[in-house]
């Protein structure tokens, strides 16, 4: 079997480990051109390691082209020789796909898997009929080609609707300081592509947005993780971190939190805007669960109007993933900086689709799904909490809107290892750990409430639970 020296208490982690093992082997020619890796389960219990841990390493290996996966087989070593490291730069291309494996497991087509981890509703949760029927209109219109490219900021009419939305949150915003962009995961790359050079400090939620993490690494960042309280980012820790790191950047979420779902309050809104005009940074302000939110909220970007604040949203989670349409709000001069990237980096995009998002926000129907899935979105939540609570987890707080649950195991210090039970089980859960900066251990488990009342989800927890109790699982 493959023989690997892993070390728990190395500061580096244990994924880091085994993806540079591996790669060792296959450049020293131990292995070889499609020799089988060892089975993930096998590879798991022979290290005592999770079983998350080797399939995030395996997966790591596959996007860096040391490794192809075969559906049903197993994984093998690649026949292509990659690119080899030194054209990486300081691991940090490694790094930046430490949780491959998660978006892996949730974008793959596989029917049979409950998804009780993801951040998305189910397909049949959204208006996938009211998409079909402005589909049709907007095809039989004559003025409307789905051949040519769309322009630098994007569909004009749907910045001016945005304007309408923005100001109902009492966001001040002109079309021209809005850009349009292939969903909220574009917008935040294009921020980061203009503000963020290797090396520079940027605060981020801890617990927060994992696949921004991912990208800020990609991009060489060094992110200093800011603890989150049932107000929202903690000013006084905010505070502290900011006589040590000189930060370019504050990526947070203010409403409907991910992955706790909770709520920046005023009184932590203004402390937060206080810092970052004394310490000079901006704020990147992401709103992509926004819309459920089922009343007001309190937001940075109404409380600084875009002064301080880039606003990011999506409609990706009411409307539809597939249609790829967000959008970015922000000062004019940044405006002007954001657009000459998205134009070098993309050109523009689709302006069909967002022809037909601005049809869809016209048409008069948008508000009444929203308020249907918020409707839904409690009810589901509320029969959630219970269910947790029978199968002996602790929800941290009752959410006030949105489809997820934070919610701790009891007597385990890393809920990576149950993850990684669950996968073998055929359901995906979404550990603590990868919602932290650094990866670390966490007791804590974000459920989506969408998937989550699935039976098969409380039998497991159920049989499993009583199994991890009172074990501490740190890899």
């Given at each position: 079997m493959l023989q690997l020296s892993l070390n728990a208490e190395s500061p580096l982690p244990l994924v880091d480990q085994i993806?540079?093992?591996?790669?060792?082997?296959?450049?020293?020619?131990?292995?070889?051109?499609?020799?089988?890796?060892?089975?993930?389960?096998g590879f798991a219990e022979q290290h005592a390691v999770s079983r998350f841990t080797v399939v995030e390493?395996?997966?790591?290996?596959?996007?860096?082209?040391?490794?192809?996966?075969?559906?049903?087989?197993?994984?093998?070593?690649?026949?292509?020789?990659?690119?080899?490291?030194?054209?990486?730069?300081?691991?940090?291309?490694?790094?930046a796909f430490d949780n491959a494996g998660v978006m892996y497991q949730s974008l793959e087509d596989a029917p049979a898997?409950?998804?009780?981890?993801?951040?998305?509703?189910?397909?049949?949760?959204?208006?996938?009929?009211?998409v079909r029927r402005n589909l049709r209109a907007l095809s039989r219109r004559p003025d409307v080609h789905a051949t040519t490219y769309g322009t630098a900021l994007g569909y004009r009419p749907l910045r001016e609707q945005l304007q309408i939305k923005l100001a109902e949150f009492g966001i001040g915003v002109q079309p021209d300081q809005i850009i349009l962009t292939h969903g909220a995961t574009q917008a935040l790359d294009i921020v980061i592509r203009t503000l963020i050079q290797p090396g520079d400090c940027v605060l981020v939620d801890d617990p927060g947005y994992w696949n921004l993490f991912a990208n800020l690494r990609l991009y060489g960042a060094n992110l200093v993780g800011v603890p989150r309280n049932d107000n929202g980012p903690d000013p006084d820790a905010l505070e502290a971190l900011l006589q040590e790191h000189r930060p370019k950047a504050f990526f947070t979420h203010s409403v409907l939190h991910n992955p706790t779902s909770g709520n920046l309050t005023p009184a932590a809104a203004f402390r937060v805007l206080q810092l970052a005009e004394k310490h000079d940074f901006l704020i990147v302000e992401d709103d992509a669960y926004g819309d459920f939110h089922p009343g007001p909220a309190t937001r940075l970007a109404q409380l600084d109007q875009l002064n301080r604040v880039v606003y990011v949203g999506s409609f990706a989670k009411t409307l539809s993933a597939d249609l790829r349409v967000g959008f970015l709000a922000c000062r004019p001069e940044l405006r002007a900086r954001f657009s000459d990237v998205k134009i070098v980096s993309c050109v523009s995009t689709s302006e069909f689709a967002e022809r037909l998002v601005y049809l869809m926000l016209t048409e008069g129907h948008y508000r009444k799904l929203v308020e249907r899935l918020q409707g839904r979105l409690a009810d589901a939540a509320s029969r959630t909490l219970r269910m947790l609570e029978?199968?002996?987890?602790?929800?941290?707080?009752?959410?006030?809107?949105?489809?997820?649950?934070?919610?701790?195991?009891p007597g385990i210090g890393d809920a990576a290892c149950l993850a990684g039970d669950a996968a073998e089980s055929g359901i995906m859960l979404s550990p603590g750990s990868i919602f932290r900066p650094q990866q670390q251990p966490s007791p804590f488990l974000r459920f989506n409430v969408a998937y989550a009342l699935d039976k098969r989800l409380e039998r497991y927890l159920g049989e499993a639970l009583p199994r991890f109790a009172g074990k501490c699982c740190k890899d």
């Open positions: 993806v540079s093992g591996i790669r060792t082997h296959i450049d020293d020619r131990l292995l070889r051109a499609g020799m089988r890796l060892p089975p993930i389960r390493a395996y997966d790591r290996l596959v996007a860096l082209g040391y490794v192809t996966s075969r559906r049903g087989s197993g994984f093998y070593v690649a026949g292509r020789k990659p690119l080899p490291a030194a054209e990486t730069q300081s691991g940090e291309l490694e790094r898997r409950l998804k009780a981890g993801v951040g998305w509703l189910p397909p049949e949760w959204m208006d996938e009929e009211g029978r199968s002996g987890l602790k929800p941290h707080g009752e959410p006030k809107g949105g489809m997820f649950v934070w919610a701790e195991v």
